[in-house]
Nanobody
Framework: QVQLVESGGGLVQAGGSLRLSCAAS????????MGWFRQAPGKEREFVAV????????YYTDSVKGRFTISRDNTKDTVYLQMNSLKPEDTAVYYC???????????????WGQGTQVTVSS
């Protein structure tokens, strides 16, 4: 079992930055793919970024490339999402997810956090 707790969300003006954190417990994340997803009101949950445990590769959805950075600290069992140049369309609840074999599809993740709200004002 892996428990995930997100933090760092809040209200920010367009162009601003936030850093989300996802703290894991129960098992070390060093052998888990860690993903970030988001869900805006009235929309389906969508992939944002993933950090692969094997090889250390990272992948992003096109709309956040160059603005968001996913990183992990395995010694702290924490994954981060640094979000810069935020736009109103980034407003959503952001979720952290973990799985041994995660991907861009949310159904591939077994463990989920409760989410943290990010609101970007124009």
């Amino acid at each position: 079992q892996v428990q995930l707790v997100e933090s760092g969300g809040g209200l920010v003006q367009a162009g601003g930055s936030l850093r989300l954190s996802c703290a894991a417990s129960g098992r070390t994340i060093s052998s888990y793919d860690m993903g970030w997803f988001r869900q805006a009101p009235g929309k389906e949950r969508e992939f944002v970024a993933v950090s692969k445990w094997s090889g250390g590769d990272t992948y992003y959805t096109d709309s956040v490339k160059g603005r968001f950075t996913i990183s992990r600290d395995n010694t702290k069992d924490t994954v981060y999402l640094q979000m810069n140049s935020l736009k109103p369309e980034d407003t959503a609840v952001y979720y952290c997810a973990a799985d041994r074999f995660g991907s861009r599809r949310d159904r591939t993740y077994l463990y989920w956090g409760q989410g943290t709200q990010v609101t970007v004002s124009s």
